[in-house]
């Protein structure tokens, strides 16, 4: 099974120290619905402009890189990722198998309530949820682009605490 990326895999996995808590592997996924203005990210809208990879070389990748340095956990991004739900879900799957102590956050356009019965939320720790708000952009809370997202931690897919 394929997943779309951002660029190839080299490209579309980096580093980062903002995108949750702790240093941690970013994934750019190609994909989204939203097209919310003044997202950042405007170039991973539309999936046909991303690069299909395995989802087993992506999560090779992931663990070579993971093992190699100091991570935390891995941050999924995108444009949306749940645009690609049932890739995502494999993907984030074999993560938990094969790198069982990195966390996973994952970042949406879509709202929880909406999107709370995929399978894929049963192996997201931390989901950041809701559109990108241009008009309440820099907000006070860290990890999120504007002040309408939340930051649901969750269990088995399910919401245990929200900041």
Same mark, same amino acid.
């Given at each position: 099974?394929?997943?779309?990326?951002?660029?190839e895999?080299?490209?579309?996995?980096?580093?980062s120290?903002?995108?949750?808590?702790?240093?941690?592997?970013?994934?750019?996924?190609? $994909?989204? &619905?939203?097209h919310?203005e003044?997202?950042?990210?405007?170039?991973t !809208?539309?999936?046909?402009?991303?690069?299909?990879?395995?989802?087993?070389?992506?999560? $090779?990748? *992931?663990?070579?890189k993971? +093992?190699?340095?100091?991570?935390? $956990?891995?941050?999924?991004?995108?444009?949306?990722?749940?645009y690609?739900?049932n890739?995502? *879900?494999?993907?984030?799957?074999?993560?938990?198998?094969?790198i069982?102590?990195?966390?996973i !956050?994952?970042?949406? $356009?879509f709202?929880?309530?909406?999107?709370?019965?995929?399978?894929? *939320?049963?192996?997201?720790?931390? =989901?950041?949820d809701?559109?990108?708000?241009k008009?309440?952009?820099? &907000?006070?809370? &860290? +990890?999120?682009?504007?002040?309408?997202?939340? =930051? *649901?931690?969750?269990?088995?897919?399910?919401?245990t605490?929200?900041e």
């Amino acid at each position: 099974m394929d997943i779309v990326l951002a660029k190839e895999k080299e490209k579309s996995i980096m580093e980062s120290l903002i995108d949750g808590e702790g240093v941690r592997l970013v994934m750019f996924t190609c $994909g989204c &619905p939203h097209h919310c203005e003044g997202c950042h990210n405007d170039q991973t !809208w539309n999936i046909k402009d991303g690069v299909q990879v395995d989802v087993d070389e992506v999560v $090779g990748f *992931l663990k070579e890189k993971f +093992y190699k340095g100091r991570f935390k $956990g891995i941050t999924l991004s995108g444009g949306d990722p749940l645009y690609q739900s049932n890739e995502l *879900l494999v993907l984030v799957q074999k993560i938990k198998e094969q790198i069982p102590e990195a966390d996973i !956050w994952c970042f949406t $356009g879509f709202i929880y309530e909406k999107v709370q019965e995929l399978e894929v *939320l049963k192996y997201i720790d931390v =989901l950041i949820d809701g559109r990108f708000e241009k008009d309440k952009m820099f &907000p006070k809370k &860290p +990890y999120r682009g504007s002040n309408n997202q939340r =930051l *649901l931690r969750l269990k088995n897919g399910k919401i245990t605490s929200i900041e």
